[in-house]
C-alpha cells in the first residue's frame, strides 16, 4: 500500500508517467527504486553530447531512497562516458 502511494506522489510532484517498482538494492544501506518516464524536455542543462531525458539511453528515469516514506531523489542523466565506463 505505501508503495502504490508513493508512486502516485512521484507521479503528481515530477509529471512522470508508467511509473512502476524497478527493484530494492541491498547493501550497506537499502536502496528502493522506481523507474518511469518524465514530460520534461528542458536540454538546456545537460551538456552537447548528453541525450536529454526522455530519449536515447536516458528514456527512463529513476528515482532512490533509502526509506518509502523518505525523501526520493531523482538521479542524474547519464552521460556517453559514463555508459562506455560501465561496459
Not at 511509473?19 to 545537460?46: C, P
Request: glycine share 6%; net charge positive; no cysteine.
Amino acid at each position: 500500500m505505501l508503495l502504490q502511494k508513493v508512486l502516485k506522489v512521484l507521479a503528481i510532484e515530477n509529471k512522470a508517467k508508467q511509473l512502476r517498482f524497478w527493484g530494492k538494492i541491498l547493501g550497506l544501506r537499502d536502496y528502493w527504486v522506481i523507474q518511469g518516464t518524465t514530460t520534461r524536455k528542458n536540454t538546456d542543462e545537460y551538456a552537447k553530447n548528453v541525450e536529454p531525458a526522455g530519449s536515447g539511453i536516458n528514456t527512463y528515469s529513476y528515482w532512490v531512497a533509502h526509506d518509502l516514506l523518505g525523501k526520493w531523489i531523482e538521479l542524474p542523466v547519464i552521460t556517453p562516458e559514463q555508459l562506455k565506463a560501465s561496459r
